[in-house]
């Protein structure tokens, strides 16, 4: 883990962004999918209960309720994951994404005993690297826990209890909370899974 130098101060945080107001029912979600099957997976997720649904490259952003979320991650054909946004919020530089990412309360959505993972994506970001940055958001999240709990959670890459999403772009740091599970190739896996996070994003 890194750590600040003696004598250093800890950069302050970045400042907040504006408050969202989204219109709509429910937590807003991003569905992946194949190219080209963006139209499609919209019409699936509204005929599934999702409401707004918003069409980019690659997916789908969506409203939906924990219940909703879960029938996704059981009907969806078309969606090959279902991330639940945790916060957006603007960066400068990796400290301002540390400082987003340990904001989060993150043991409402999951325990200290399981283990996690988190995996980057960007468009367009200043960062130099983004090995580092996702770096940070995983000290980020074990360091929350260990001041909540006075432990931290173990990260596994190959098959984590929970993965951690991020998104870069020029000037916004998104975080996901990936719900379906740990691999689109066991059904019942996924669907287990699924349960069990809509479990706990409820608690």
């Given amino acids: 883990m890194l750590s600040t130098p003696p004598g250093k101060r800890e950069p302050s945080p970045p400042p907040p962004s504006p408050p969202r107001k989204e219109a709509g029912s429910g937590q807003r979600h991003f569905a992946t999918c194949p190219r080209g099957l963006e139209a499609l997976l919209a019409a699936e997720l509204l005929g599934l209960g999702a409401t707004r649904p918003s069409t980019i490259a690659g997916g789908v952003a969506f409203d939906a309720d924990l219940r909703t979320c879960y029938r996704i991650n059981l009907e969806s054909r078309l969606a090959t994951r279902i991330l639940r ?119």
């Avoid at 959505?109 to 994506?121: A, E, G, P």
């Avoid at 940055?133 to 173990?154: E, M, N, Q, W, Y």
């Fill in 85 to 203: 946004r945790l916060e957006t919020r603007r960066y400068r530089n990796e400290q301002d994404i540390y400082h987003v990412a340990k904001g989060l309360t993150w043991n409402r959505w999951f325990k200290v005993s399981q283990t996690i993972r988190v995996d980057l994506n960007a468009h367009r970001s200043p960062l130099k690297s983004l090995d580092f940055a996702t770096l940070r958001i995983k000290d980020a999240v074990c360091d929350r826990f260990r001041d909540d709990t006075g432990s931290r959670p173990s990260v596994d890459t190959r098959a984590p209890d929970v993965r951690i999403q991020a998104y870069l772009d020029a000037e916004s740091v998104t975080l996901y909370l990936d719900t379906s599970g740990r691999s689109e190739e066991h059904t019942s896996e996924l669907q287990s899974l699924a349960y069990l996070v809509c479990r706990l994003l409820l608690e």
